[in-house]
């Protein structure tokens, strides 16, 4: 099977969630500055959102680059983390308009773990397809960033309970990590070429 | 004509779909665990559906990747599978916004079951124009997933008058049947390389 | 330049139009059959112009397999056409949740003809880049389907002050008329292969 | 990396954004022409904002036509880029449905101008990956669009303190600079080739 059409869905599907966020920004009634003001949660909300949507894209756009082709279980992998990704614009939006409530910043760490869980499943699936020895096996190495990133949501998650400034810290924390480039797989497809 | 188009059109419409639904989980004004309870049925709505849509994706993609042409009827008959597609969003949460009324979820019934005729439908074109040796000829036999799943279809609309129970029962039967791994086309497809 | 992407977008923009109408069907508070009479003419509206942007797709899809490349002009002139397609979800509900009122159907019959008036634009513009000789040109013959529609819609509209069935009838009369097979894209494209 | 992909989910968003600003033209309760009446300043907002995304789409695809491949960081101005448009909806509908205050149209102006800087941003990196001798360095010339835009952008933000009027010439002004067709782009292509 070939992954073309896998790419092209996943990128529509990624492409209307990191829109549609925007439209829970909703245009408040009064047209001066101080109108604006109560949308600021939910702004910083919508920005963090975006750069983790913007961080699976990126992701996904580099491992399928590895990918030779897919297989059935590799498409229902991909299905699971895109329903993940379909609910951030849900938890984000609950997140910014309730002011970071400890509910709101419990869930959205929970979606995140779960995309994250479901990413690094459908990596496990694509490597057991390819081999050990595939270009996406060598690249990764000990993927410390896809270690220490669950590690990161479980702390935001349970501290959400006591102190949603910390589960703030562990969630961006998360999104910094990623955003450091990490020439892996360029360099793993490199070396194949 | 090439099939290209008739993918990318598909994915583009279905990534949309999948995606709006979630839509329809309008964010709850309070910020604790509480104020999601009375989500829940259209959560569990959207879970269904989301399973639904992806079953459609997946199978249309193996049935396209068979197709080495298509012709205006095809066209036309992916358009009418895309129409009854596209009424689950709203069908969705219109059951998961009333919990599950007998209506609502007859109509649900009734837009899988015009869902499925359709794809049907479809599925009988492109045989016709690529011969009864053809690769999807060959890999759906007797094609017993596909004359099942109508069947429940109908049991389920029926059932809606008297106890949705047996409704939701032989929906989330269907999709059952489908999320079984069946490999018929990827085998034809590698029978024929 | 290369007319993949041009493809790519307008796939897009038609894909999201025709989902998007649908949103449209507001769901209604009530869960029985009764509560949803009231949308049976926003639906008919839905109908209506999802089999206008199919037609529109298919019609776009055929006149592009003709086109070798694309200029900054056709380039436009598409983007042209998506700005009058772009409107006819607003028209769609407008006319739908005011049950057909003078003013809404003469506002949907002018976006209709804005639309028709555009494709013509585009199709010129490419017939122009590409010679009378071209595949296109030789297809489109005398092209009645697209001489007579331009005429029913002003017909449509016009009639929209006196009786909004006249209009009906005019705006659905094209549909079927360009629902009705029309080999002759297909056929002028076999002959030059 | 190849640029397939991320040509792709540029016209996903592009797409999104520009059909997803009609959505802000909510459907008036009346039926008649004097209900539309109030629409008005929101439709002229989004048939600027049509335009501008359409030039975005335009030059965007001008200029990955010149680019051969595309690096980590070309990647994340990209997304960059992306983030400022999707701005646009939000700024959009709440300077059209607030009448253009001087709130309104200074925030539509800074983000245009965030869209015009991640956009040079986007091309100097493509112009660096690639070398001075590149077609699209060479196509770009002295750039005078480019550095005329964000002039432009900062004279309609700073007036519209003082007189939004002058901020609607300085923005409708860029629109029409980049409307006049410019085929530095083709002809450097052409020449290449």
Redesign the interface.
């Known amino acids: 099977?070939?992954k073309g059409?896998?790419?092209?869905?996943t990128?529509?599907?990624?492409?209307?969630?990191?829109?549609?966020m925007?439209?829970?920004?909703k245009?408040?009634?009064?047209?001066?500055?101080e109108?604006?003001k109560s949308l600021l949660p939910i702004f910083l909300s919508y920005?963090l959102s975006?750069i983790y949507i913007?961080i699976y894209?990126?992701n996904h756009?580099?491992m399928?680059?590895t990918a030779k082709h897919v297989?059935?279980?590799i498409?229902?992998a991909n299905?699971h983390l895109?329903?993940w990704l379909?609910?951030v614009?849900?938890v984000t939006?609950?997140m910014g308009?309730?002011?970071f409530?400890s509910?709101?910043v419990f869930?959205y760490g929970i979606v995140l773990l779960g995309a994250a869980i479901s990413y690094v499943l459908l990596q496990f699936l694509i490597i057991k397809s390819h081999g050990k020895e595939s270009v996406l096996a060598k690249a990764l190495g000990n993927d410390f960033k896809g270690k220490i990133s669950p590690i990161l949501y479980v702390i935001g998650i349970v501290a959400s309970f006591f102190n949603v400034w910390i589960s703030g810290i562990a969630f961006i924390g998360v999104a910094i990590i990623w955003?450091i480039?990490?020439?892996r797989i360029?360099k793993a497809?490199k070396n194949e070429n």
Chains 1, 2, 3, 4 share one sequence.
Do not use: K, Y
């Open positions: 099977m070939t059409r896998l790419e092209a869905f990128d529509g599907v990624l492409a209307i969630i990191i829109t549609i925007v439209l829970e920004l245009v408040p009634h009064g047209g001066s500055f109108d604006l920005v975006f913007a894209w990126n756009h580099h399928m680059q297989t059935g279980s498409l229902w299905m895109l329903f379909s609910l614009p849900f939006s609950w308009e309730n002011h409530t509910a709101s869930l955003l480039p990490d020439r360029e497809l």
